[in-house]
């Protein structure tokens, strides 16, 4: 079974700087992808970044990157130059064979 | 091009009742999953459905059910309702072309609560 955690419930952020959310999984499978989520107030899930495991090299996506340690099982969301439209739920997810286990959310509050 | 579509957006039900939701997946995609997404929690997958076949299914009672269609669009059934069924309910769709790693593509939920 695939487990996901993420540890810090809220985090806040001063507009133009960067934070980092932090996310831990546990799975058996060898070939999976790792995604991180963000969710507004209105609710629709927006797909931010995704982590093929197999590869080593770190996923960026314009301001957003993520620190991937497999052995730790550790892959962390970081965003850069943050702006207030960063504010949101994010979550980390695991899938394989198309099923997604999420984390249970990080709020983040950008602050002007 | 359309994404995720769901409706109805908000729904009340009252506690026994039965519930449908719709959801049409984004243009060109096979696959439909639903989720629920309680308060305050990250979303738990209920089902998935493709080729018309339920394909895999969480750990959720057999008062949810489901249905696809030929044309790919998808239903999710609750019966007797309770209490505890209010939630977000999320329709994600993606194309199957390998077991793992399709691009997954979320609704915008329909909210049900249950009084």
């Known amino acids: 079974a695939q487990t996901v955690t993420q540890s810090q419930p809220e985090m806040s952020v001063q507009e133009a700087e960067t934070v980092t959310l932090s996310c831990t999984y546990d799975t058996s499978e060898n070939n999976y992808y790792l995604f991180w989520y963000k969710q507004p107030p209105s609710r629709q899930m927006i797909l931010v970044i995704r982590q093929e495991a197999y590869k080593q090299q770190n996923a960026t996506e314009n301001r957003f990157s993520v620190n991937f340690q497999k052995a730790a099982k550790s892959f962390s969301l970081k965003i850069s130059d943050s702006q207030l439209g960063d504010t949101a739920m994010y979550f980390c997810a695991s899938e394989y064979g198309n099923k997604l286990v999420f984390g249970a959310g990080t709020i983040l509050r950008v602050k002007s | 091009d359309a994404g995720v579509t769901q409706s109805p957006t908000h729904l009340i039900k009252t506690r026994g009742q039965q519930v449908t939701l719709r959801c049409s997946p984004k243009s060109g995609h096979d696959t439909v999953s639903w989720y629920q997404q309680a308060l305050g929690q990250g979303p738990q997958f209920i089902f998935q459905y493709y080729e018309e076949e339920e394909r895999q299914r969480g750990n959720f009672p057999d008062r949810f059910s489901g249905h696809q269609f030929p044309n790919y669009s998808s239903e999710l059934n609750v019966n007797a309702l309770l209490l505890g069924d209010s939630a977000l309910y999320l329709c994600?769709?993606?194309?199957?072309?390998?077991?793992?790693?399709?691009?997954?593509?979320f609704g915008e939920g329909s909210w049900l609560t249950v009084v």
């Open positions: 994600a769709s993606s194309l199957l072309r390998a077991h793992s790693g399709n691009t997954i593509y």
